[in-house]
């Protein structure tokens, strides 16, 4: 599977929300140009984190958006999972165990194999909860640097 930029720039928009909305509502256009996403397109995202009652909009001259649970209770799990509105990796595995997508619908054993391992991923992007990201960013960008060979 291959998640689409709705999950992460979704990602990153909460994560800015949750380093930027703690005293006051954040505009989407401070957001867009952080980020380096289009206006519009966080526009659509926002909607759906809204929807799910992940984000808060505040009206008004000084309005924007603030977080609407605490960052401890959301995770990149739920992020992905209302971004790509699934928890699958597969067409074959989206309805419960019936296809009807491939020659082989249900009769096929390698679909045990992808609802296996959509229940794996999503238990890893859960363990990623938006707090601890944010306490242990210098940790995880040093993690991330790849060191460079000296010539």
Do not use: H
């Not at 980020?35 to 659509?44: M, P, R, T, V």
């Not at 009652?53 to 649970?69: D, E, F, N, Q, T």
């Not at 699934?86 to 309805?95: A, H, L």
Request: glycine share 6%; with cysteine; hydrophobic share 35%.
């Amino acid at each position: 599977m291959r998640l689409t930029t709705k999950s992460r720039y979704g990602t990153r928009l909460l994560l800015d929300l949750a380093i930027y909305s703690k005293k006051e509502p954040v505009r989407l256009s401070d957001v867009s140009k952080r980020q380096g996403i289009s206006l519009k397109y966080l526009e659509k995202l926002i909607r759906n984190l809204k929807q799910a009652g992940y984000v808060k909009s505040i009206r008004g001259p000084y309005g924007g958006y603030m977080l609407a649970k605490p960052t401890k209770e959301i995770s990149v799990g739920d992020i992905v999972r209302i971004m790509e509105d699934s928890q699958t990796i597969t067409d074959c595995t989206e309805k419960e165990n019936v296809c009807g997508v491939c020659t082989q619908a249900g009769e096929c054993l390698s679909q045990w194999i992808w609802m296996e391992t959509a229940k794996a991923m999503f238990e890893k992007l859960d363990s990623f909860k938006i707090d601890k990201l944010l306490t242990s960013s210098t940790k995880i960008l040093k993690k991330k640097s790849i060191p460079t060979k000296n010539a």
